[in-house]
Every structure is written in C-alpha cells, then in structure tokens.
C-alpha cells in the first residue's frame, strides 16, 4: 500500500507564490510516475503536473507551464510543485496522485491518490 500525503497549500493574493511537497511512504514501481492534479467543485479533475520519477521528466498541463515547477528529491520520496504568479483561476484542491507511466495521466489511470490540500488565490 502506497500513501501520498500533501502538504503546503493556503491562501495567497494573486500573483504569489505556494509550493506543495508530496511524500509518498514507499519508491514502487506503481509510483513511478508522481504529480498533481486539481479540482474545482462541479468541475472534473484536471492534471495539473507530473514527473518521472526514474529519469526526472517532468510534464505540464499548458494553463500552468511557465509558473509550475514539478521537482523531486528522490532520498525523501518527495515530490514538489513549487507555483509562482498564481492567479485566482489556480484556485482548487490539488490532489497528489501516482502511477507506474507517466504517459498515462488521466484519472482512470491513476494507482494512488492523496486526500488533498486546499489552494485559494484571492485578487
């Protein structure tokens, strides 16, 4: 059993910076692929970022490439997506997720989830 456990959201003005940090319990071979997905109430869960965690690829949705980073440190079994510029559409609960392939990113794909942490951006 693998747990992915978020941490780092809140509240920021537009503009600002928030960095998420996902731990997972275990490196396996059904988590070789880490990220983040978002989700606003009456609306489907969007992939926001991932990584490979194996050769360090990350991926970006394009609504976030240029402000998200997707870093890792592998010996904490961490994942980070570090978020500047924010904007108040970037407002949503953010979901740590993982799978075995990261060119297999879609909800129906995804192995283990997160409980989720809250990001709020106010203009």
């Known amino acids: 059993q693998v747990q992915l456990v978020e941490s780092g959201g809140g509240s920021v003005q537009a503009g600002g910076s928030l960095r998420l940090s996902c731990a997972t319990s275990?490196?396996?071979?059904?988590?070789?692929?880490m990220g983040w997905f978002r989700q606003v109430p009456g609306k489907e869960r969007e992939g926001v970022a991932r990584?490979?965690?194996?050769?360090?690829?990350?991926y970006y949705a394009d609504s976030v490439k240029d402000r998200f980073t997707i870093s890792q440190d592998y010996a904490k079994n961490t994942v980070y997506l570090q978020m500047i510029s924010l904007k108040p559409e970037d407002t949503a609960t953010y979901y740590c997720?993982?799978?075995?392939?990261?060119?297999?990113?879609?909800?129906?794909?995804?192995?283990?989830w997160g409980l989720g942490t809250q990001v709020t951006v106010s203009s």
């Open positions: 275990q490196w396996h071979y059904t988590n070789d692929c």
């Open positions: 997720a993982a799978t075995r392939d990261c060119g297999r990113w879609n909800i129906e794909d995804i192995r283990w």
């Open positions: 990584i490979n965690r194996s050769s360090g690829s990350p």
